[in-house]
């Protein structure tokens, strides 16, 4: 069993940036590939963001490529997403995601643990 708690999120103004940390416990860190995802008022959950769990290879939508950072420190068990030039569009609650497996997928029922997540707001 893994548990996992965001933070870092809040309300910016567009073309801002944030940090979102997700904090595990309970499980060896290094052994779960990790995700990010959102979800926006009245749309389903969507794929953000995911690290192996090498810290050696990342993959993000196309919405943000460009914009977000996902990284990893195994020995902090935590998992970061940077977000730089945020947009409207953005808005959304952040959830990170682990499953147990070498590499991370977009789809949000491969993974096994989820936190609660995390409220970002972007508006003038």
């Known amino acids: 069993q893994v548990q996992l708690v965001e933070s870092g999120g809040g309300l910016v103004q567009p073309g801002g940036t944030l940090r979102l940390s997700c904090a595990a416990s309970?499980?060896?860190?290094?052994?779960?590939?990790m995700a990010w995802f959102r979800q926006a008022p009245g749309k389903e959950r969507e794929f953000v963001a995911h690290?192996?769990?090498?810290?050696?290879?990342?993959y993000y939508t196309d919405s943000v490529k460009g914009r977000f950072t996902i990284s990893r420190d195994n020995a902090k068990n935590t998992v970061y997403l940077q977000m730089n030039s945020l947009k409207p569009e953005d808005t959304a609650v952040y959830y990170c995601?682990?499953?147990?497996?070498?590499?991370?997928?977009?789809?949000?029922?491969?993974?096994?643990?989820w936190g609660q997540g995390t409220q970002v707001t972007v508006s003038s």
């Open positions: 309970g499980r060896t860190f290094s052994n779960y590939a």
């Open positions: 995601a682990a499953r147990t497996y070498y590499s991370g997928t977009y789809n949000s029922y491969e993974y096994n643990y």
């Open positions: 690290i192996n769990l090498s810290r050696g290879s990342t």
